[in-house]
């Protein structure tokens, strides 16, 4: 069975909207529409009547070239909003068997022991690690049995009006929301490895305005930052430095943005507010200005690394992504500035359909957005919405309050309780498979049995019992005695 979902990635630069068809857990993009936001600024919406314009704008492109009418979406919202908070929930485990219900219990035991503020809402709850009984580290506890579990979780908070505002853009565009994001979770989905993920990374976004920094260890989202600084930072500085307008200072940009090389050319730009004139640039100044820049913020970015004190933990190193990273000689910049950490330039991982034109760094969130709403998310995760999700193809179903047939011969004593062709489990949960249930049964009646022939031992009397009394012994119960044998 197909179906059919929408991501919108709102971000300070570009509005990016895909829509794409699910089947058999097969993604395939058939349609996407990018406009130039507006309305929004270092990730904070500033005006929602523009913000809402450039969101439906790129909605209806999606939608003319899939040709469908989807209404409902996944959409991102920026770290500039959102903070995080760790806590631990405890339960115990009545059956002794996890399943997804105790997994959604000790989850959601641990947001209600946090202690989230008045004005900050809930946008996920991400737990990294699992104890059962005593033991740690607990990859995944499902179908384990135990006693007593822990989980420890990062609660994503964001604050309540900022993300009131996002809503009313979005569905004043006409949308509405499905599910709700963190940008820099979503750019996480579409980078990593498999390997990334058991061996913990870090995922570092530097987009237009804004950076975000994500920590993936024990196979969840363990840390989250933001740093208000961006590519749009190095346009800024050259059309300043260099006098000229916007729009000419990012072409030079990308086209003379390399950190490895410095060119002797001089180069002709049209100058600010009279553009009849231009000016003799040469590119040794924009490759200090880009050069400046890009190391500052790479500098900063690692301070906010080192101040998450998971640098450690990170064993698969570094992926940058977003549009910044495609500057020539980013990378090895950043090696410098990181030290001895890993590092790798990366691009969404591929998806079937239209995908060719989103194969770029600057689509990592909009990509990641769509992998969430198709399921690619963490193994377990409370959403915006307080609902559990889970990756449904790992796990089986709920077992509770059904009825299991099973073979009558495989009974060797037809007295025995289990020789039925059905058993009510009620309530229960189904923690074993039914050879294990039927030996369980089959121990239990044999117990009952010994117990009841040994309560008829102790009950059943006969006067047989009763020891001979010699007959000339002039006891008065001789003679009771020999009565009641003649008698009996």
Partial sequence: MSKTILAIDIGSVKICAIIAEINNDRIRIIGHGITKSQGVKKGVITNIEQASKSIKQAVSDA????????????????????????????????HKDISIKEINRVIQAALYNANVPQEYEVIHVLPYNFKVDDQDFIENPFNMNASRMEADVNIIITQKSS?????????????????????????????????????????????????????????SVRYNDFLAVGSNHITNDLSMALHTPLKIAENVKIRHGNLDEISQDIIELPIIGDENNRNEVSLEIVHSVILSRAEETLMLLSKLLYKSNLQDQIGAGIILTGGMTKLDGIRDLAQEIFGDIPIRIAEPNEIGGLFDELKDPIYSTAIGLLLHGAGKHTEYEINNNNDLLYKKNSKSEDLSNIQLGINGSEIEDIDNPINQSKIDLGDIELGGTVKELQQQRRLEYTMERENDQKDRRRTDFSIEDLPEIPTGNSNPFNKLANWARQLF
């Fill in 63 to 94: 939608k003319r070239i899939s040709g469908t009418s989807i209404s409902s979406a996944t959409i991102s919202i920026s770290n500039a909003y959102a903070r995080s908070l760790n806590s631990v929930g405890i339960v115990n485990i009545l």
């Fill in 163 to 219: 993300l009131n505002n996002l809503k009313k853009a979005v569905r004043s565009a006409g949308i509405d929301i499905s599910g709700i994001v963190l940008n820099g979770y979503a750019s996480a989905i579409a980078t990593m490895g498999e390997d990334e993920k058991e061996l913990g990374v870090a995922v570092i976004d530097i987009g237009g305005q804004t950076s975000n920094l994500i920590i993936h260890t024990g196979n």
